[in-house]
């Protein structure tokens, strides 16, 4: 999809839909939307006070102009109250406008900046770009590789039109405009990329396809790439993460993409990104029910973000270096299966008695972390994982759960994920509740009591770090959606790629 400003009058702005953000408290203001109703001999004020549009978040009225300005149709989009906008608002608006421009079969819709003051400075004119970049990419994806004849339907809106006139930006702003665009679309491509691999059906990307998946992001990115298969797992000790894959016919793989600063740059920092990588999940010998299977082909969303993200971050030249590691499985039943009351020896000599099968993810990171603290010897390690449900009973389906051993550490990531528009939740790590992981037989159990099952599954993987700082995102609620909402499709979210950027790649 291009993306292109537009600079001149407005009602001389040849396309297909007009899209304007309209808040609460300002319907009907503005140079743009007097300039539009103005042509049309004042129908767009009458029509906003019949149809009672009163700027509420999400409320719409769409208009058909007959040719009595350039845009074909134009589209008010409710913002709520201005005071309230987020930057990232930005992107659900783009989001349907380009939408709407699909429904009408248009090849090309604009969308108008807000108003962008001096508050702020180039900063908020470069964010608002960004995420008015990212809506409008993510705004036209979908997925539908598996889609024939008449189901699959092109996507009509070729280019996405910036208004950015002296009526909406100050002076000066373009050259902060454009880089946020640049910055957004790289973004969205990694979203995208993410999405594209939550969604593909377990039996087409198992962890031998997601290997190839890693192959060719390292050759596209300049990255360097390291593989292992189960010989060379075995070799390093990896015994929880060899054991959740011996029920699959699927040989597991481990993945170790790295980035490092080009030229004599010397990186500020080593950072470990650790996905979960659970391709398919079946619960193993604690076998789910088959309603809570038919979507476990996003189990490796964590995986999915973290390969998806670290392209990007190369793509930016960011001044870290940076490991994204990525344990792929399958946890399936069958006669080779680990079972209930087995003892793993893990990569960092802990043994674990294993009282649930289906808590397998814990078990993979943990041996995952091992070895980016061995190998890699990092500064900051973060893992992303669709962990557990019970972090989705504390927080709903749209907040990750994020926990650590560094409060500071903790702190930053949310302020990214706040910047960035995800939206994350920090939840504690209680000394107390490591009692339910105690095991006569072993160092520790697998899961605790069902009270208080997110946070002992943090626990779990604390025991695996160290001092290292440490975050742990739980991203079991937002790793996919269950229907489209602006600029989030319905199926995987690739959530967690956007924080990730902000983080190593924010702002000075």
């Known amino acids: 999809m291009k993306l292109s400003f537009y600079t001149d009058d407005v009602t001389k702005l040849s396309c297909g839909v007009l899209g304007l953000l309209v808040f609460e408290d300002q319907v009907g203001e503005g140079a743009i939307f007097k300039a539009v109703d103005q042509r049309l001999d004042g129908l767009l004020a009458r029509l906003v006070a019949e149809e009672q549009f009163k700027g509420k978040k999400g409320q719409t009225l769409s208009l058909h102009t007959h040719a009595r300005v350039a845009p074909q149709r134009l589209l008010l989009v409710g913002g709520g ?54 809506g409008a990419v993510l705004g036209g994806y979908r997925f539908d590789r598996y889609l024939t004849g008449d189901k699959k339907k092109p996507f009509s809106v070729e ?4 208004v950015a006139t002296s009526d ?49 992001a390292a050759k596209q990115h300049g990255l360097e790439i390291k593989v292992l298969g189960p010989k060379e797992c075995q070799k390093l000790g990896m015994g929880m993460f060899l054991a959740v894959s011996h029920g699959s016919e699927e040989e597991p793989r481990f ?30 010998l604690s076998l789910k029910p088959s309603a809570a299977m ?21 793509d930016m030249g960011v001044p870290y270096e940076v490991h994204a590691i ?10 080779k299966s680990y079972k209930l009351g087995d003892v793993l020896r893990s990569m960092s000599g802990k043994t674990v008695e294993i009282n649930n099968t289906d808590a397998e993810g814990r078990l993979t990171l943990g041996d995952a972390i091992t070895y980016a603290i061995q190998e890699i010897k990092p500064d900051e390690i973060f893992d992303f994982a669709t962990l557990t449900g019970a972090c989705m009973v504390a927080l709903g389906p749209y907040h990750a759960g994020v926990m650590g051993n560094d409060l500071s550490l903790v702190e930053r990531w949310l302020a990214a994920a706040r910047l960035s528009g995800e939206e994350m939740w920090h939840l504690p790590l209680p000394e107390r509740l490591k009692e339910q992981l105690k095991s006569e037989i072993a160092d520790m159990r697998n899961t605790g009591d069902r009270y208080g099952g997110a946070l002992t599954a943090g626990l779990f993987l604390k025991e695996f770090v160290g001092d290292t700082p440490w975050v742990h995102v739980d991203i079991a609620g937002p790793a996919a959606a269950d229907k489209e ?24």
């Open 294 to 314: 038919e979507d476990m082909k996003i189990d490796m969303s964590g995986a999915a973000a973290v390969i998806s993200a670290i392209g990007v971050l190369a």
């Open 255 to 284: 993945i170790h993409l790295t980035y490092r600063p080009k030229g004599k740059t010397v990186a500020k920092k080593k950072i470990a990104l650790i996905g979960k990588g659970v391709t398919f999940d079946s619960g193993g």
């Open 168 to 216: 909406n930006v100050d002076a000066g702003r373009l050259d902060a405009l454009k880089r946020g665009v640049q910055r957004g679309e790289q973004v969205a491509s990694g979203v995208a990329l993410a999405r594209d691999l939550i969604n593909e059906p377990a039996g087409d990307l198992t962890p031998t396809k997601m290997a190839d998946v890693a192959q060719r």
């Open 81 to 134: 109250a201005r005071k309230d906008l987020q930057p990232a608002d930005l992107r659900g608006f783009v989001a349907r406008v380009v939408k709407s421009g699909a429904a009408a079969h248009s090849a090309d819709v604009a969308v108008v900046l807000p108003y962008l003051d001096g508050a702020g400075g180039t900063t908020t004119a470069e964010r608002a770009a960004q995420f008015m970049s990212e």
């Open 485 to 508: 909402l602006g600029h989030i499709a319905k199926g995987g979210t690739g959530f967690g790629v956007a924080t990730i950027v902000e983080y190593l790649a924010g702002r000075e």
């Open 159 to 162: 280019e996405v039109k910036l």
């Open 326 to 335: 990525a344990a792929c499985t399958e946890n399936m039943p069958s006669g």
